[in-house]
């Protein structure tokens, strides 16, 4: 088995996010969810989350957002000396590169892959424009 994916969010952001990842690559086995749903504590997220990772031996973690309790949680265990890759920020593209990366078997930075698929379409649209008239 490759390396595993657990996407962590407030909310349900990160089930669909894999739902939504699932509609282009696939049903994918190696991508968990962990929730913080409204009426949980960190207390209980971090519960939900320990049991997801018991399994896993490999595996990165994509947070929805610094500084939020779901990457709060994580880095605190983090703190307490357990080895665990976290990114904060997640999007669709990430999620995807990972997938495409672990099949193809190449390194990924999942930092760069976030960022480069940043676009301003309406600048796109005209810079191509742009470049058909000359």
């Known amino acids: 088995m490759g390396k595993q994916l657990v996407l962590i969010s407030h909310g349900l952001f990160c089930e669909e996010l894999k739902k939504s990842t699932e509609m282009i690559m696939g049903p994918q086995e190696s991508i968990h969810t962990v929730s913080l749903l409204p009426s949980e504590s ?7 989350f320990e049991t997801v990772i018991a399994n896993l031996d490999d595996f990165v973690v994509l947070a929805d957002l610094m500084g939020g309790t779901p990457c709060n949680v994580v880095s605190k265990i983090i703190l307490e000396g357990q080895v665990i890759d976290l990114y904060a920020g997640m999007n669709m593209p990430m999620v995807i590169d990972f997938i495409n990366s672990q099949l193809i078997g190449t390194e990924l930075s999942l930092i760069e ?11 796109r649209i005209f810079s191509d424009d742009d470049d058909e008239d000359e």
Do not use: P
């Open 113 to 123: 892959s976030a960022t480069s698929n940043i676009c301003y379409v309406n600048g």
């Open 42 to 48: 960190a207390e209980d997220f971090r519960e939900k």
